[in-house]
């Protein structure tokens, strides 16, 4: 069965420390990665798609990259305005145009 | 900026009645799709149409119905609520092709 999980489920940092989360996946051929952003109330905000293992994608201070079995987001030098959960979810071969999501990672981002 | 808009979005109801979550989309995306979300939870796909008159069953079992008699509009329908169909719905649009979907900003159901 195709899954997706997501560690840690939540993540306090200081403005300014760096720090990864990660998204491990066991899926029967993956097709694509995914990463979203959602705040409290609001639905999921797209930033990222990796399609391949060795993939790098930047936005500002988040960088996503893919092996053949887990994806990292990095977050570099975070301010509170980066504070959200952030999403992984993957599509398969099997299913393509659906998204398997995992449960999230919640980020504090404290000044 | 994403097109897709939800309404209403909050809504509470007593048990028994009949909504209709709407949800519509301004970009031209052949597919559509309805997740359902609770707090700390995982979305699920309770429903998706891959084009006009085409509908399909997510991987979560609802007794919502959907229907897409046009291209941009895509509504959920509950014909009895009852408290367990508390939650956030979710829809999204995307223009297939393994594009990523992009998202309302929900809909927050609470049935007393």
């Known amino acids: 069965e195709d899954q997706v999980t997501q560690s840690p489920e939540a993540l306090r940092l200081q403005e300014g420390e760096s720090s990864s989360l990660n998204c491990s996946y066991t899926?029967?051929?993956?097709?694509?990665l995914f990463w979203y952003r959602q705040d409290p109330g609001k639905g999921p905000e797209f930033l990222f798609t990796l399609y391949s293992a060795g993939e790098e994608k930047e936005k500002e201070r988040l960088k996503a990259t893919l092996t053949k079995k887990e994806s990292f987001l990095h977050i570099t030098a975070p301010k509170p305005e980066d504070s959200a959960t952030y999403l992984c979810a993957v599509q398969t071969d099997g299913a393509t145009n659906k998204l398997i999501f995992g449960t999230g990672t919640l980020l504090a981002v404290q000044p | 900026e994403a097109d897709i808009y939800q309404t209403p979005r909050y809504l509470v109801i007593g048990t028994g009645k009949k909504i209709t979550l709407e949800c519509s989309q301004t970009m031209g995306h052949d597919k559509m799709y309805w997740y359902q979300q609770d707090p700390g939870m995982e979305l699920h796909l309770i429903h998706y149409?891959?084009?006009?008159?085409?509908?399909e069953k997510g991987d979560l079992s609802s007794e919502s119905t959907v229907s897409r008699i046009r291209t941009e509009h895509f509504p959920l329908t509950l014909e009895s609520a009852r408290p367990s169909h508390t939650s956030q719905y979710l829809c999204?649009?995307?223009?297939?092709?393994?594009?990523?979907?992009?998202f309302g900003e929900g809909s927050r159901l609470t049935v007393l």
């Open positions: 999204a649009s995307s223009p297939g092709g393994g594009r990523e979907l992009f």
């Open positions: 149409s891959y084009g006009v008159n085409s509908t």
């Open positions: 899926v029967s051929g993956l097709r694509g």
